[in-house]
């Protein structure tokens, strides 16, 4: 990986590590959804980068991929809330995720071993490293104290523009697996949950636009956002009903309705170890 690339890597992982790590205390009872997303995609352009992706905010046994619209939904007592960022400088990404309980301590455990797990698999992954072997180690982390991982999501490389680039980190000791190496990027992202593991789909709240797309409204989002995934409310004014064909986001909800934790860093492989570019203090 050259210079500026791997400088475009750190200063945007920092970037998300700070203002994650700021957000996370801002999340109380009362406060709404839209307060956090706009503190978080503003915050990172004040900082110098752009968000590659809205700012998810998912509660409970909604695992990943919501987006708040307007500031009708607000944080309640007991809620289990996973905050994922994203920031680019340039398309090279960093994605990072906690989760917090609001104004309770009941889940303590369930996010520690979330958390666990990520440190465990980030410690395993080296250049030559197969990655149903990192799955593995998320696996066991999580089954040992008694929750399960969700085996329907996956951690993910990053390439230049690109949030999933083709190669998946599972969460669970999988069949099929890849051979990871030096200079890839990773985002390592363990789910876990008291429930079975397994994902149904809600609703779509976040959009990308892909090749198929045509037409004005297309080429216009396209401009804006490349093919980095938006939400409507980056775009107002825009009737999105009449674009046709885009990817849509739908919402991760756990199935049996049990509540799920997720913890998430970015990583570049190299030989002796990875880098972690979301940890703060670099
Ligand atoms: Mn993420
Ligand atoms: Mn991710």
Redesign the pocket.
């Known amino acids: 990986m050259n210079d500026n690339i791997h400088g475009y890597y750190l200063e945007a992982g920092q970037i998300a590590a700070k203002v994650r790590n700021d957000a996370l205390p801002k999340i109380k009872e009362g406060i709404s959804l839209l307060d956090i997303a706009q503190f978080v995609e503003g915050t990172i352009k004040d900082m110098g980068a752009e968000p590659a ?1 809205p700012c ?1 905010i998912s509660i409970n046994e909604i695992a ?1 991929h919501y987006t708040p619209q307007d500031h009708q939904a607000c944080f309640r007592k007991g809620d289990v809330v996973k905050l ?3 920031a680019h400088i340039e398309g090279y990404i960093a ?3 906690a989760t917090i309980e609001v104004g309770t301590q009941n889940h303590n455990l369930l996010i520690h071993t979330c958390e666990d797990a990520l440190e465990k698999a980030i410690r395993y992954t080296k250049d030559g490293v197969e990655t149903n072997q990192i799955g593995k180690v998320i696996e066991d982390t999580i089954k040992e104290r008694g929750f399960n991982p969700i085996k329907d999501l996956t951690g993910h490389n990053l390439e230049q523009y690109q949030l999933h680039a083709g190669i998946t980190i599972p969460n669970y000791k999988s069949f099929f697996s890849h051979t990871i190496k030096k200079d890839m990027v990773f ?1 390592i ?1 363990p789910f876990a949950t008291y429930g079975r593991g397994n994902i149904k789909t809600g609703k779509p709240f976040i959009f990308a636009i892909i090749n198929r797309c045509k037409g004005i409204i297309a080429d216009d989002l396209k401009g804006r956002f490349g093919s980095l995934p938006f939400a409507p409310r980056w775009a107002p004014g825009t009737d999105l009903d009449e674009l046709k064909g885009a990817r849509e986001y739908y919402e991760l909800i756990e199935k049996d309705g049990e509540i799920v934790a ?1 913890s ?1 860093h970015t990583v570049i492989v190299n030989e002796e170890g990875c880098e972690v570019i979301t940890r703060l203090g670099k």
């Open positions: 992706f998810n990943s994922d960022i994203g994605d990072t995720a985002a992202e997720q998430e």
